[in-house]
């Protein structure tokens, strides 16, 4: 059975502290991973999509990379308006739909 | 400007009333999904589509039925709402290359 799990549950970090998320997963065959961002009281927005070990993507302060076994979400000097959760999913080969974490509770403090 | 969008936002109802959660995109996309979100929890998928008059139970059994007459329009019913029901639900539609796009979620209490 595909699996995800992301740690830790919840980070604290001061402003322009960098850190990692981890995306710990197992699949039968990864058509594709991805990452989002869930605001409280909103749904997930897209941020990352990868696609095979190796690969990575960057956007503003925010960089996803990609191994056999896990991916991580590296955020370099954030800033409070980094603050949210974010989660992982993987989408198996030959499935439609995702398998998603449980998700990382970042605060990001001024 | 390609959306999707989920009404009510917010709802409490009484237990045992027949409710419709509603759920419309405007991005042409074929396959659609409803997710349940409890607070700290992953997300469980509950129904998807794959086009008009398809539809599929996810591995959540949540006691809620779908329908997709249009390919738009994707609504879940919750035939006889009880507290354990008391959930977020999350509604999505998908792109090959852009995963899901995820509407901003209907917060339901039953009480």
């Known amino acids: 059975e595909d699996q995800v799990t992301q740690s830790p549950e919840a980070l604290r970090l001061q402003e322009g502290e960098s850190s990692s998320l981890n995306c710990s997963y197992t699949?039968?065959?990864?058509?594709?991973l991805f990452w989002y961002r869930q605001d409280p009281g909103k749904g997930p927005e897209f941020l990352f999509t990868?696609?095979?070990a190796g690969e990575e993507k960057e956007k503003e302060r925010l960089k996803a990379t990609l191994t056999k076994k896990e991916s991580f979400l590296h955020i370099t000097a954030p800033k409070p308006e980094d603050s949210a959760t974010y989660l992982c999913a993987v989408q198996a080969s030959g499935k439609n739909d995702m398998r998603f974490g449980a998700g990382t509770r970042l605060t990001v403090k001024p | 400007e390609a959306d999707i969008y989920q009404t009510p936002r917010y709802l409490v109802i009484g237990t045992g009333k027949k409710i419709t959660l509603e759920c419309s995109q405007t991005m042409g996309h074929d396959k659609m999904y409803w997710y349940q979100q409890d607070p700290g929890m992953e997300l469980h998928l509950i129904h998807y589509s794959y086009g008009v008059n398809s539809t599929e139970k996810g591995d959540l059994s949540s006691e809620s039925t779908v329908s997709r007459i249009r390919t738009e329009h994707f609504p879940l019913t919750l035939e006889s709402a009880r507290p354990s029901h008391t959930s977020q639900y999350l509604c999505?539609?998908?792109?090959?290359?852009?995963?899901?796009?995820f509407g901003s979620g209907t917060r339901l209490t039953v009480v």
């Open positions: 999505a539609s998908s792109d090959i290359r852009y995963g899901y796009t």
């Open positions: 699949v039968s065959g990864l058509r594709g």
């Open positions: 990868l696609y095979s």
